[in-house]
């Protein structure tokens, strides 16, 4: 199963369950690039749009740069009346955008999955001079964090976290841990041990029904690192 088609079965539980990035993210986000409302900004990799939402709103143009088919409907649904949003059918490596088109490139939870020295050069075409490279992720405990190696000029980049705390009800939760990459579906012969082990998890730790979930909204913002030729 290649990437495209495991995100295209979980687009309705990424949608729904996959829990937020933290607002003070996208401010901080803003403040430390100078954003200027007049910016065009890329968010590549945009799945059904968790980062959209904190984007649209702050520029005149977002590029909605998103190659799967369901995952790009989901958010077309959700923000397709927004003057800012433009939903982009692509690669990150072959995004469509004009050269220099583009202040701030973001990217959610799916920098790990570019082809990494295509998606830099791409990167490096559609950025204007002296623009900017974002990515923001949620880090859980127990879950290793992205290996972003490469992206970021060195003596550019700023990294911040943020705590991050919800009460998830069961259907919440199994939600969630439904939408990640690698967990199985159901009909998949995994999956009711999958879900036996999270509802026992589950039952073990939430307290009326609620079981509250911690982590940080991890954010690095810098200037894209030179491409390989």
């Not at 590029?63 to 009346?81: H, I, K, L, N, W």
């Not at 998890?201 to 979930?213: K, M, P, T, W, Y």
């Amino acid at each position: 199963m290649d990437q495209l088609d495991r995100y295209a079965k979980r687009a309705e539980d990424y949608s729904a369950f996959r829990p937020a990035y933290s607002p003070n993210a996208f401010a901080t986000m803003s403040a430390l690039v100078g954003l200027e409302p007049d910016w065009v900004l890329a968010d590549i990799g945009s799945g059904t749009g968790n980062a959209l939402k904190y984007l649209l709103d702050r520029v005149r143009t977002v590029y909605a740069v998103e190659p799967s088919t369901q995952m790009r409907a989901a958010a077309e649904r959700r923000f397709g009346t927004h003057q800012a949003f433009r939903s982009v059918d692509a690669f990150a490596e072959d995004t469509h955008l004009p050269e220099q088109s583009v202040d701030l490139i973001v990217v959610g939870q799916a920098l790990h999955w570019f082809d990494a020295p295509r998606a830099r050069r791409e990167f490096d075409r559609i950025l204007r001079a002296r623009g900017w490279l974002a990515t923001v992720w949620n880090q859980f405990d127990g879950t290793a964090p992205p290996d972003l190696g490469g992206w970021f000029a060195p003596a550019d980049q700023v990294h911040r976290r943020f705590a991050m705390s919800i009460n998830e009800t069961w259907d919440q939760y199994i939600g969630g841990a439904r939408s990640a990459a690698g967990s199985p579906l159901p009909g998949d012969p995994s999956y009711q041990q999958f879900e036996e082990t999270h509802r026992t998890r589950f039952h073990a730790q939430a307290i009326a029904g609620l079981l509250e979930v911690r982590y940080t909204t991890e954010l690095i913002v810098g200037r894209l690192a030179r491409p390989v030729s």
